[in-house]
T-cell receptor, first 108, second 116 residues
Framework: GQNIDQPTEMTATEGAIVQINCTYQ??????LFWYQQHAGEAPTFLSY????GLEEKGRFSSFLSRSKGYSYLLLKELQMKDSASYLC?????????FGKGTTLSVSS | DTAVSQTPKYLVTQMGNDKSIKCEQN?????MYWYKQDSKKFLKIMFS???????INETVPNRFSPKSPDKAHLNLHINSLELGDSAVYFC???????????????FGPGTRLTVL
């Protein structure tokens, strides 16, 4: 079956670093997406990993290990505006299978 | 300017009614999607169309019928609305959508449907 697991909630303080983990079990896996969703808004694309390793994009980095079925999103120098839900999504066949999202709360 | 747009943004209606949600993308993408996001924020694929052809049709009641008049539009019609249909419905598009689903999907602003 298809299964994506990520923590439901995380909290952190401004300026800190936070790592959001995601494990997946999907057939026909092609790659792993991370999306950010602020409350009441649409999901927006953050990153995509198809090969093992780390992809860095400014304050955000994403890591993938295909053999372990594992990914993480690393957010550095946290800002209040980073408070949002972070959705892990596995590309399987022609569809994206989303996890239930991790709600990150950043406090000052 | 808007890449993926949906109308209406909010829809409040009575049980048993029929309603439609419209979606348009101006990105020149070949593939469009409908997702449902429930109260627990779980985002789940409903349908996918590539060049007006149905590609994905997940287990969704047949009261839901997508229609794609051209590759820039994908509308969702819902018959005999039920309380459990209350959710946020997101439209999305991607460049191809067939290459193993590896293309980035761009989401519309969502339509919040409330069935009373």
């Amino acid at each position: 079956g298809q299964n994506i697991d990520q923590p439901t909630e995380m909290t952190a303080t401004e300026g800190a670093i936070v790592q959001i983990n995601c494990t997946y079990q999907t057939s026909g896996f092609n790659g792993l997406f991370w999306y950010q969703q602020h409350a009441g808004e649409a999901p927006t694309f953050l990153s995509y990993n198809v090969l093992d390793g780390l992809e860095e994009k400014g304050r955000f980095s994403s890591f993938l290990s295909r053999s372990k079925g594992y990914s993480y999103l690393l957010l550095k120098e946290l800002q209040m505006k980073d408070s949002a839900s972070y959705l892990c999504a596995a590309s399987a066949g022609t569809a994206l299978i989303f996890g239930k999202g991790t709600t990150l709360s950043v406090s000052s | 300017d808007t890449a993926v747009s949906q109308t209406p943004k909010y829809l409040v209606t009575q049980m048993g009614n029929d309603k439609s949600i419209k979606c348009e993308q101006n990105l020149g993408h070949d593939t469009m999607y409908w997702y449902k996001q429930d109260s627990k924020k779980f985002l789940k694929i409903m349908f996918s169309y590539n060049n007006k052809e149905l590609i994905i049709n997940e287990t969704v009641p047949n009261r839901f019928s997508p229609k794609s008049p051209d590759k820039a539009h994908l509308n969702l019609h819902i018959n005999s609305l039920e309380l459990g249909d209350s959710a946020v419905y997101f439209c999305a598009s991607s460049q191809m959508g067939l290459a193993g689903g590896t293309d980035t999907q761009y989401f519309g602003p969502g339509t919040r449907l409330t069935v009373l």
